[in-house]
């Protein structure tokens, strides 16, 4: 049986997210991403082409390495202005039924007790839909704003991203069991006080003490998605990640990078198949080729290149605005996304170079062409570059999904590479198909039978 492609739908609570610049074209709506219509037209025809969920990006802080400065950032929305993204998922849940919602949070932003009731309320609300994409953050002007003095070391944002993951996976699977939640009304008991204890935890970053206010969801703890690829990025989703978010510029660098994953997974004490992986995209397709090189040359007169430098210079953390367009660029070690910066210096990209690169598609594959086409080139990534699905990212919107959803999806599913129904109860069993809760062989699995505490 040929391996069937995994789909997100690559998002943000912004005008700007990746193609920047597009938000000028005239059949571009997401100038419209504060109203309530814009994200349930786009959930329903993402359901309606059976995607398995849209993972939402997001920052706190500011790009304003580009120039020292926001000037450019807010005069061609590069995420700024950016809304909160679990705000979306309600009204998106509302009106769908299967589709998944991954959302990016920042572990170092916010403490873990609250967050954990957060995220089971919306994995309530929304019956095991629910996924987290765990970033560290990346932005200097983000730790000003929460207090920090500056950012925290790269490999320290994961060492205490580990900490917080632990009080979390103590609260989600450890505080209430199984069986806690009676609901019985002749007995006057809803919740059993035996079945349910306060966690403790006194680790090097976060010391917690408490029961988790919410009872136990479906999943429990979401899908957990990740997107670092640094040494340290990876040792870190070999221990939690389920679902692992690479950039890859061709196919041997995504067998390479999936190879990698999956062995430092199994290192673990993780099976090869506990990882998925999906790397970000842009597609373009038309019914004929010609017609689809003709959206691919409307769409670049209006993308801007220069945004798009600005925003690989909050990445790597570069003033990309210093250099003349053929200088020699100096790429050091970065404490923002290292992955980036190595990226441009194995490449040695020149300011002319990135503005090229940048212009539309961002760091990602662009791929234009029929549906025939681009479903051979889809084809090829999953089986050569041994991955598992796809981060689209928008372009104009929202005809780049409607696109994808009309012409796209049906040759996929003519060739057996897509489904035709969703399955599964929840997220992670239509991810994996084993069921909701996380497998025995995940490190959140060793909080499920604590000794009782009381305090």
């Given amino acids: 049986m040929k391996k069937q492609i995994l789909l997100n739908a690559f998002n943000m609570n912004s005008v700007g997210h990746i193609n920047h610049g597009l938000w000028a074209h005239p059949r571009d709506r997401s100038v419209d991403y504060k109203t309530l219509a814009y994200w349930t037209s786009l959930a329903k025809t993402l359901e309606r082409g059976l995607f398995d969920g849209i993972f939402i990006a997001d920052i706190i802080g500011v790009y304003d390495v580009y120039q020292r400065s926001v000037d450019l950032t807010l005069t061609e929305s590069i995420q700024l202005p950016v809304n909160d993204p679990l705000m979306l998922v309600s009204a998106m849940a509302a009106v769908t039924e299967n589709l998944g919602f991954g959302l990016t949070v920042n572990a170092n932003a916010e403490p873990p007790y609250t967050f954990a009731r957060r995220i089971s309320t919306l994995d309530h609300l929304t019956d095991g839909r629910i996924g987290w994409n765990i970033v560290t953050g990346y932005l200097d002007s983000a730790a000003r704003a929460i207090g920090q003095d500056a950012l925290t070391a790269h490999d320290t944002r994961y060492d205490r991203a580990e900490d917080y993951l632990d009080v979390l996976y103590k609260l989600w699977e450890g505080s209430w069991d199984d069986d806690a939640v009676r609901g019985d009304k002749a007995a006057r008991v809803y919740a059993d ?35 670092g690829t640094s040494g340290r990025g990876r040792r870190f989703a070999a221990r939690h990640a389920e679902c692992v978010f690479v950039t890859a510029v061709d196919r041997q660098a995504a067998l390479s990078t999936a190879r990698t994953l999956r062995a430092e997974a199994v290192a673990a004490g993780r099976a090869p198949e506990d990882i998925k992986i999906f790397i970000g995209i842009s597609i373009i397709p038309g019914r004929t080729d010609e017609e689809a090189r003709e959206k691919h040359r409307d769409y670049l007169g209006y993308a801007s290149p220069e945004a798009g430098l600005a925003h690989f210079s909050a990445s790597t953390g570069i003033d990309f605005s210093r250099y003349g367009l053929d200088d020699p660029i100096e790429y050091g070690t970065s404490n923002a996304i290292q992955s980036a910066t190595e990226l441009a210096k194995k490449k040695q990209w020149t300011k002319r170079q ?30 050569d570059g041994e991955i598992d699905g796809f981060n689209l990212a928008r372009t104009v919107t929202p005809e780049c999904y409607e696109d994808f959803v009309d012409l796209v999806v049906p040759v996929l599913q003519e060739r057996g590479r897509y489904k035709t129904s969703y399955g599964g109860s929840s997220l992670r069993d239509r991810l994996f198909g084993a069921g909701d809760r996380l497998p025995a062989s995940h490190p959140a699995s060793t909080f499920r039978s604590q000794s009782p505490y009381r305090p």
Avoid: K, N
């Fill in 193 to 227: 006080p035996a079945r349910v204890r306060a966690i403790r935890h006194d680790g090097p970053f976060y010391r917690v003490e408490g029961y988790h206010l919410a009872e136990p969801s479906r999943q429990r703890t979401p899908v957990l998605y990740q997107a």
């Fill in 354 to 383: 990135l503005l090229g690169e940048l212009a539309l598609g961002g760091r990602y594959p662009l791929l234009v062409g029929t549906p025939e086409a681009i479903a051979d080139e889809l084809e090829s990534w999953i089986d």
